[in-house]
């Protein structure tokens, strides 16, 4: 009986009737419509501060504030962005990331040091991300005009990838799909493709949907 629902049904009902039964079907079903999920999109910032070419360079100061500080605020200027996330390590030299994210109001989150394509993956999955944006923690040139433009056009297409190469080397960004970044994860080789995030997907092109700008 939880699962019935008996509706009037006789050859006297009137049309009057017919319409009042029909009329107040129609208003419980648009009442209770869930409506359809929009896609949540995480911006994930990886960070360390032991760098090999240059130590601390997230920190390094431009004028009064860190280049990671810039780096964020840029991306709070894209308006489909849902959330912000530093990504870094338990390593004792990374906690200044946790006081930084508090500094901003954006959460941060602890994964492996050199994993960092699992620890992009794990992040995603915590903070419930159907889609990335990757962004680097050093380059505040980083592309962020049309990106709101390029993250709708990668949901409406249902692509896997999406970047642009109109840009210098460290200035575009990333946006990879949760189901990218798991399938990633479970076929690429660790030691291969852990320290690069998209390398497996540009190492086989062939079983994703990949949208170049």
Known sequence: SDNIVSLPLYPEMSEEEVGYVS??????????????????????????????????????????????????ERLKTCSRIDEIVIATSDK??????????????????????????????????????????????????????NLAGLIEQHIEKGSDFSYTDKLPLGCFVEVISRTALQKSCKFGENKHHSELVTLFINENKDQFIIHRV
């Open 92 to 145: 004792e030299e990374n906690k200044v990331f946790f006081n930084l994210a508090e500094k901003l109001g954006v959460r941060y989150y602890v994964g492996d040091e050199e994993d960092v394509l699992d620890r992009f993956h794990k992040c995603a999955l915590t903070f419930g991300a159907d889609h990335i944006v990757r962004a680097t923690s050093e380059n505040p040139l980083m592309y962020i005009e």
């Open 23 to 72: 009329n107040t079907v129609s208003k419980i079903i648009e009442e209770s419509r869930i409506p359809l999920k929009k896609p949540k999109v995480v911006a994930i910032v990886a960070a360390r501060m032991n760098s090999t070419r240059m130590y601390g360079k997230p920190m390094k100061l431009v004028t009064s504030k860190s280049i990671i500080e810039l780096c964020i």
